[in-house]
């Protein structure tokens, strides 16, 4: 049998990216299957970690920034935290492509430095570590995406002088927001996929139950913050890359409409493909760390360095009255209101799908929600037909 | 010969249009030919005019609606004014598709009845005559836009309930904003084309040189408001058909970004070419006519309404504080400032288009606008090649 070429390449960027987690963090003694171990949330995870640590990185990010941005805790600890608890979870789940602990330390010292010389943070993000999906480049470290081939390139261009120094629009914003950038997580190859496999990192599992797959694009994502290895960070979504690593690891995630947050200057799989446009969005544990770190962004106004970025700020009166509207309307806060189209008026969706809708359908009424249907009549298209 | 079958079918849909022109506007004796008489504007359709209707079509669309808006001028009158300049220059250069005065007529009626009642005008555009381009369905009157194939349709339909009925979601706004609507201007079949060619209405001159194109595909627009047929239009824009007959007939335009006028329920021509979206701008003869158009089509929220609208209304102050950056910065404030990228670091531009760069760059410089060079380096582009 012979072993292709691309193999012992793949090989030692996958031990590259496990050498890269200080020996202190490595975890020495056998790490039982996913059979003998399914669950390594928790308690599980828990057994590595001091009780100072696991205070820091089981607050969400909100919690976390109002006390870094107070300066009540220092970025130096904070960071620290959590890159023993990212290193963890790599080694249980296997969701990491980078791993850069050392610069991430250096910068959490300089925002210390920063915060004693000036009295106040440098931005709304002042020393909360955030993740970052493997499209976003960042100095120091490379891209692969899951790619062999993009091994030692730039985006797959060899000799490129962008490789290892430029940084993708997002991360100078995250920077000058007083972010810490510490790793790159695991996205399957071609990003196209609802679970997170590649020739590199092989297969990123569920932390909850590591039988089954964490959702994709954004898999590494989904896992690291399910793990509470990150309290926050940032995928890619075009067809439910950012939503299904939320739904399958139990976290919040926003898929923005496309121009909000800025694209600009990170890899993907099919550029030149500007029909449906891939967007970046925040996943995190809660729903108001994900708004934080969104205002935070349009708080950079990106709209003047990515022209495909509307010139569109955080609108606060908008989020105030339709919280008002809806604490108006809503007799019980608890019951949600739904809107079902079970077709488009052109191609009816096949039975199990209709099936499903019905199912959900019949559920949310069962419980108490508002349900309304939005009727399409197929008249109209069989006519066009005829 | 054999004559084709759709000629007869095109020859009656013109004659149509034609017989449209109530008896009183038509031109009974025989029209020069181009070569005869060229320029068709100015005291050349004037003397077809009344000194009354002349006042009234030759102020720009933002000082009639100073007049139909305060009660100083009737919709009624300012609409048969128009109605009438638009039946000549129909005649003189082949503009219109479609011509509804009796409808716009009672619509002016309506608006009279309005202020009347309310002593106040229905919105910003009450009593203005605006023309359309010929993708914009209204009810009362079909779209060809200029096939053939499509007399009788709706959108090349046949038997479709829509015809004759249905309106897009700009008519609808228009109609809510105070404007009156009285005819449908020409396009080239296609509409890609910068020239206003189809073989229903044949060609659109340009009324300053009828031996010349008015541009296209917005040229029936271009055309008629030149002739000051319509003090103010809307046409479409995806690679220059707003702007082409805007500047070949003296007027403005803008190519706004996509995103902002509704093109909800208009015609095209490449429906699911989603990549370069076409957008709707307006044209009129003046600057502030432009802004006055826009801002009332922003007023209604068309995001309310149509799902590819951006949710950003008119925002004054971004337009004050960049006419205060303008008067700052300028010293002397009829001097400009340019930038001009002589081509994108990858394609180089043929040798006559870097000539004409070359003559604009020089030709501003010597008028003692500010011009700044936007270099690109073609080093990159070369390396990924290698």
Tied chains: 1, 2.
Excluded at 11 to 21: C, F, N, P, V, W
Excluded at 142 to 157: A, D, L, P, S
Excluded at 231 to 257: E, H, K, Y
Excluded at 318 to 343: C, G, W, Y
Aim: charged share 20%; aromatic share 8%.
């Amino acid at each position: 049998m012979t072993i292709p070429a691309w193999k012992p390449i793949a090989d030692a960027k996958r031990q590259a990216t496990l050498d890269a987690i200080p020996q202190k963090w490595r975890i020495t003694e056998p790490i039982p299957s996913p059979a003998e171990q399914r669950d390594v949330t928790g308690p599980y995870i828990q057994q590595y970690l001091s009780a100072r640590e696991i205070e820091i990185t089981e607050l969400d990010a909100y919690a976390i920034a109002e006390k870094t941005t107070t300066g009540e805790w220092t970025a130096v600890e904070v960071t620290e935290a959590f890159c023993h608890r990212a290193a963890l979870a790599h080694q249980f789940v296997s969701c990491l492509h980078e791993i850069f602990f050392d610069a991430a330390i250096e910068d959490a010292k300089k925002l210390d430095a920063y915060f004693a010389e000036h009295k106040k943070p440098l931005g709304p993000l002042h020393g909360l570590p955030v993740s970052l999906k493997d499209q976003f480049h960042v100095k120091g470290v490379e891209t692969t995406m899951g790619y062999v081939g993009w091994i030692g390139t730039f985006q797959g261009i060899k000799g490129d002088a962008r490789r290892g120094v430029f940084e993708s629009e997002l991360v100078r914003e995250l920077r000058a927001l007083g972010a810490v950038l510490y790793c790159k997580t695991s996205v399957p190859a071609t990003l196209m996929c609802g679970e997170t496999v590649n020739n590199i990192i092989t297969y990123t599992t569920n932390p909850k139950n590591r039988l089954l797959a964490c959702g994709g694009s954004s898999g590494g994502e989904g896992a690291l913050i399910a793990l509470k290895g990150s309290p926050g960070g940032f995928g890619t979504d075009i067809g439910g890359s950012v939503r299904i690593p939320a739904v399958f690891n139990g976290l919040f995630g926003i898929r923005p409409s496309s121009g909000r947050i800025p694209y600009e200057g990170a890899a993907n799989s099919m550029d030149g493909q500007n029909t449906i446009l891939s967007v970046i969005g925040p996943l995190a544990g809660t729903a108001r760390s994900l708004q934080l770190l969104f205002k935070a962004v349009l708080s950079q106004q990106p709209w003047l360095y990515d022209p495909l970025v509307l010139e569109v700020p955080w609108r606060s009166d908008v989020e105030q009255e339709t919280r008002a509207l809806v604490e108006q309307s809503a007799n019980d806060p608890s019951k949600l209101a739904f809107a079902i189209m079970k077709h488009d008026g052109i191609v009816l969706p096949h039975p199990p799908i209709a099936r499903a809708l019905n199912i959900v359908e019949q559920t949310l009424k069962r419980l108490g929600h508002k349900v309304r249907l939005i009727e399409r009549s197929l008249a109209v298209a069989d006519e066009s037909r005829s």
